[in-house]
């Protein structure tokens, strides 16, 4: 994928990999057994998945965010994360966010603003604000 993203003439420089996030096997297990089928993924293999998306940013020279290791950090409970044992919550959601917005905000913060901050916008007549056909 880095490979095609450079080739399309994507500079490495606005590449951020994101790891999948840790599985809870116990919730997982539970939300298989509802589907009629057992367990089919474990902990130890996505953990497989995120350290070759770590080492394929590193040979790449792109950012990753490394999710299973950090939603793990200091053996932490990552179970509210995760809204079935494997997909995001809207807590692993906000800590996707948290964690993510630092690396595109230093991506984006030398970028000009296009269109006038929200609150400067008239209400009643948008279009002036957004279009520059005078003041609001």
Known sequence: MVRQLSAAGVPASRVVLVTPPPLCEAAWEQECLLQGCKLNRLNSVVGEYAGACVQVAQDCGVDVLDLWTLMQKDTQDFSSY??????????????????????????????????PYWRDIAEARPERSLLGDGDH
């Open 82 to 115: 995760l809204s079935d044992g494997l997909h995001l919550s809207p807590k692993g959601n906000e800590f996707l966010f948290s964690h993510l917005w630092p690396l595109i905000e230093k991506r984006v913060s030398c970028l000009p603003l296009l269109l």
